[in-house]
């Protein structure tokens, strides 16, 4: 565990150094929360090409470390940067020296909020999964399908030397699934961590850097100490009307305590087999979706850098702001800058001579490493980008979408029909022509930054989704369709909106025509900026983006991270106004974030938890660790906890459910498996048609289908362990 946090450290100060060539007043504690975001997903792509040829050895894991350590080092070359790091570096540990000897100078504020969210993050993230005698737990009950199988990633990399990588849920099909997070835990263990310690390092180091990126980012956009604090609130802590069964149960159990908290809901924004559908980020996202916990954080560090980029002339307090006159642009940013370190109390850096275009380009590097970290954010982040770089002239390009509705209808029905090689060529033909008309369009200086933001975007990201695609068996027509509503079942679409999300979409649309003094309190380029995020509701409210709807989440999510300024904003105003605004400002805060802290306290304080595996299937995984080579080919049950997940050993085939939310066809295996396991006439020749090597018999097999033990009596038992039996096929 040692040597996997030297690694984070190494990396997060690698991430950090790179930060002075693109961010040129950035205070030193947002550079180390990119740091940690960066380096993390720098040392697993850097990683995994060294493990491509090398396998995941202590050599490439070696080098990997000197690359992500060396290389951010020439930042030092400079001697402009290299003074502005000493400084930094100096100024930080003065401010520490200063606040131990005198504590009234400390930001007590911050200090507080930062120990409160790291001690909730801590809490949350050790509950992920739970280790004891009695077998492998989960506190988070949304976690617990998708544990064993990020658990099946990172043993694959790990114990299984998967590469090129292979689904270890779907044994033969390429692994298009983005598994750059999981990746960076299997180095970890193959540094000595265990699986619960390699996945909790990286959860809590990206997890608190993703609260300080978007504390940042809203500080930038808003100008508002408190809006920036609110804003991170707002989006860990986001839910809907939820928590009226809190009340509901109250009454129900009034006087009994211990009743009442037995029959409370283990979650109040996602409850099976109703229409409350919209999830807690913390339970239902952070925890369970390991490559979106890695994806917002880098997302959020482009947006950073798209504001600050495009910043025109508009500067001073926010909701007071006006055109600034050109040359006063100097100034004013001084006394921004100026304003910024005041309200973190934390050392900025000395200017940096940081033009627009160079924040693009590093803004499109880091969203160039999304592909194979979380493919969702990058097409959000495409998306986002392509509307606001053509916001400049939204009338030419209003017309010109209604002129190409016949094209994109076209090439929308005929798409799932086309050869793989006609869906490319038509997908690059569209790009071509909006690139086109885009050059056409755009003013020359801004065409300058975006064209440096795609081009570098392009560069990273077009390897990875080559290599991750080719070859692929994944069935794209699986993954679109029309549905209105995302996944209201049979409800309208405003009740389940309004339930869902409670007073969230209200408020933000009342930060946005709220006036004060005839001043609207949102800026108007704040709004023009964050307007193109609603795409991130509309869309996925009209088309299906995944085989399972859920999972359209992944781009709505999106939606609400980029209203929470607004609502945080707003909220803000309301409490300095004081009297009755303040009140109603705390009632309101409540009620759009209680559903969903109910959801963090129930993981925290709740001693619930949720077996995934036993301890019987515990050790056999040891056992089949030890009797088989690390690329064997063993069946199992098609179930979504077997042991053969903690081995790294490839598996014929998993839980169903993963499987088709990957887009794969796995109904003809699902059948020969279940006639291999009851020993048809034809099983000897399936299992030479598959090349199966081992076959586990164990409850699970025989709680779901037939399994013919007087068949697989005649090959040899590798060992058992309990009700578990391991088969290796070969005739005696």
């Not at 946005?512 to 995020?533: A, C, H, Q, T």
Request: aromatic fraction near 12%; proline fraction near 5%.
């Amino acid at each position: 565990m040692i040597i996997s946090l030297a690694l984070v450290l190494l990396a997060t100060a690698g991430g950090t150094l790179v930060s002075y060539l693109y961010d040129e007043d950035a205070n030193f504690a947002a550079r180390l929360c990119g740091g940690v975001c960066i380096g993390i997903t720098a040392l697993g792509l850097v990683t995994f090409v060294f493990a491509s040829f090398l396998g995941l050895t202590p050599l490439s894991i070696l080098l990997s470390a000197l690359f992500i350590t060396v290389l951010p080092l020439l930042v030092l070359k400079d001697a402009n940067r290299r003074r502005t790091v000493k400084q930094d570096l100096r100024a930080t540990s003065r401010a520490v020296r200063q606040g131990l000897h005198d504590p009234s100078r400390l930001p007590i504020g911050y200090i507080v909020f930062y120990t409160l969210v790291a001690l909730i993050l801590w809490l949350v993230f050790r509950r992920a999964m739970i280790v004891t005698p009695e077998g492998i737990f989960t506190g988070v009950l949304n976690n617990f399908g998708d544990l064993p199988f990020h658990i099946s990633v990172i043993t694959s990399f790990a114990y299984g030397n998967n590469f090129l990588p292979e689904d270890p849920t779907f044994a033969g099909a390429r692994f298009t699934y983005p598994f750059l997070t999981d990746f960076v835990s299997a180095i970890f263990v193959r540094c000595g961590a265990d699986l619960r310690h390699a996945m909790f390092i990286e959860n809590f180091a990206v997890a608190l850097a993703f609260v300080g990126l978007l504390h940042r980012w809203a500080l930038v956009m808003l100008r508002d100490r408190l809006a920036a604090i609110i804003t991170p609130l707002l989006v860990i802590l986001n839910g809907g009307f939820g928590w009226i069964f809190l009340w509901r149960r109250a009454n129900e159990h009034f006087g009994d305590f211990a009743a009442f908290v037995q029959s409370l809901p283990p979650s109040f924004t996602v409850i099976p087999d109703t229409t409350w559908r919209w999830g807690n980020a913390v339970s239902t996202l952070l925890i369970p979706q390991r490559g979106f916990l890695l994806g917002l954080p880098l997302a959020v560090i482009v947006f950073t850098q798209w504001w600050l980029a495009t910043a025109e002339a508009e500067t001073g307090e926010h909701g007071d702001a006006a055109k600034e006159n050109k040359r006063e642009k100097s100034q004013k940013k001084k006394q921004a800058v100026a304003k910024r370190r005041s309200d973190l109390r934390v050392p900025a850096s000395p200017r940096l001579s940081v033009s627009s275009w160079q924040r693009m380009i590093a803004a499109g590097i880091i969203a160039g490493l999304l592909p194979l970290v979380h493919a969702h954010s990058f097409v959000v982040i495409m998306m986002v980008a392509g509307c606001i770089a053509l916001g400049t002239h939204w009338r030419s390009w209003l017309a010109i979408a209604i002129g190409a509705l016949p094209l994109i209808a076209l090439t929308y029905y005929s798409y799932p029909q086309l050869p793989r090689l006609n869906q490319n060529i038509a997908i690059l033909g569209l790009a071509a022509v909006g690139a086109l008309v885009a050059w056409i369009l755009l003013p020359r200086g801004q065409m300058i930054s975006w064209t440096a933001f795609f081009v570098a975007v392009l560069i990273i990201a077009l390897p990875q989704m080559w290599w991750s695609t080719h070859n692929s068996a994944v069935d794209s027509s699986k993954f679109f369709a029309w549905q209105f509503g995302w996944d209201r079942g049979k409800e309208a679409a405003l009740a389940f909106w309004l339930k869902n999300t409670g007073l969230f979409i209200p408020l933000t649309i009342a930060a946005i025509i709220w006036r004060s003094k005839r001043e609207y309190l949102v800026s108007r380029r704040v709004v023009i900026f964050l307007l193109p995020f609603s795409l991130c509701f509309i869309v996925p409210n009209v088309l299906k983006m995944a085989p399972w709807i859920w999972d359209n989440i992944k781009v709505l999510f999106y939606w609400w991270l980029a209203s929470a300024p607004l609502v945080a904003i707003l909220l803000a105003r309301w409490w300095q106004k004081g009297g009755l605004k303040k009140a109603l400002a705390v009632i309101l805060f409540a009620c759009v974030t209680t559903a969903g802290a109910l959801d963090v306290a129930a993981i925290v304080w709740r001693s619930s938890k949720y077996q995934v595996f036993d301890s019987p299937g515990v050790q056999f995984a040891e056992l089949i660790k030890q009797q088989t080579a690390p690329r064997s080919l063993v069946m199992h049950a098609p179930v979504h906890n077997h042991p053969v997940f903690l081995t790294g050993r490839r598996s014929l085939m998993g839980y169903p459910g993963h499987i088709w939310t990957h887009g794969l066809d796995y109904l003809q295996r699902e059948s020969e498996i279940k006639r291999i396991y009851a020993g048809s006439p034809d099983a000897a020749e399936l299992m030479r048609k598959y090349g199966i090597e081992y076959v586990v018999a164990s409850p699970l097999e025989r709680n779901i289908m037939i399994v013919n033990e007087q068949y697989f009596s005649k090959f040899e038992i590798v060992g058992d362990v309990g009700e578990y039996r391991l088969y290796k096929i070969g005739q005696r």
